[in-house]
């Protein structure tokens, strides 16, 4: 007699993708059993997020990607049929809303599944502003942030030595891509054909201002000197006028301790990876206190910049001793996450991967 199973959702990630921290602290957070779900992971370094099996579950081929069985098809019995949901946002409020004490989820857990979801109409809308038009904005890109983390030719270097082997990677995925498509080899349509060549085209524009920040500037050729030049243009303003601005809204929407004040929520969830890259690309280590880190975010942005400080309830104060003062809400926040489970076994390992060992 066959056996059957019951179908399972499979989270497609890499975990040195921000948004895919996401993810990651979500199931956590949720309670998820480690076996409720399919965990497979896309080497973005290798380009394998452009292959055609995963465009054929995400066009865009982006992670995370959650593929879930249609609900009228969970029997055991039924031969399931999927969807996939490729935004981290939508990712998150569905894992939110199918683990609850009412759900129908095929759990093996019985760790508690906490509503992530705000709790009030007011919530609601501070959660829209920091995760949607804050966080998730063209501004905030963490990716263009850290592919912008050098302001000069000498940190430009430094960058270089843990860019150029990503990039190349990417790059000679995208080049084979082609190559197969163009001999006949894979059949795509000529969209997917476009879709690497736009790839392809910007990975080799930051691939050029990477392979010679070994040389000076006057050992360039002129196409190089433009492209350096119109980095450290675009690196100028994301860290010297985009994040400075971002911080100071960031800190005016947080509440405290949480993003929403009192309970961890779905704005939580992504303004907390989201601060620990950019102050990971600052030099601070998750295991930092919140003053810490902040500082040192503050030190790298430069040009006297500091984010609001104002005298908190005395619960997020946390100073050392009888020192009375202000701190900023990012930094208690900062405090606040870092206690959670969730955040010690995501970053257990200090986000070497943004560093070269």
Partial sequence: MATHTVPKAVLYYDPKSIWCCVAQMTLI?????????????????????????????????????????????????????????????????FLDKSRSPLSRTHTTSDAPAPSLAPATIAFSATCKIIVDDILHSDAADPNK????????????????EIQAPHFKGKHDALVHLLSEAENGKVTVSEKVKELWKTKKDAVDVLLNVYDNASKSYDELDSDSKVKRDEYFKMAKTAWDTNVPKLLTKLNE??????????????????????????????????????????????????????????????????????????????????DTMRERPSWKKVYADGLAWMRKD
């Fill in 253 to 334: 929407e947080v509440i405290g301790p949480f993003a929403l004040g009192e309970q961890l929520s779905i704005a939580d969830l992504h303004l907390g990876p989201w601060l620990a890259v950019v102050a990971r690309l600052a030099g601070a280590a998750p295991s930092d206190d919140g003053d810490t880190a902040i500082g040192k975010l503050e030190k790298h942005i430069g040009n006297g910049f500091s984010v609001p400080r104002s005298t908190l309830a005395i619960d997020l104060m946390k100073v050392e001793g009888d020192r009375p003062g202000s701190r900023s809400k990012l930094a208690a926040f900062w």
């Fill in 145 to 160: 942030l850290f592919f912008l983390n050098a302001r000069d030719d000498s940190s430009l270097r430094a960058l270089s």
């Fill in 29 to 93: 957070e949720k309670g998820y059993g480690q076996d409720e779900l399919d965990l497979k992971v896309v080497d973005l370094a290798k380009g394998e997020n452009y292959g055609p099996p995963f465009l054929r579950l995400n066009p865009k081929g982006t992670v995370p990607t959650l593929v879930v069985p249609l609900d009228k098809t969970l029997s055991d019995n039924i031969e399931s049929r999927y969807k996939a949901i490729t935004e981290s946002k939508a990712i998150v409020e």
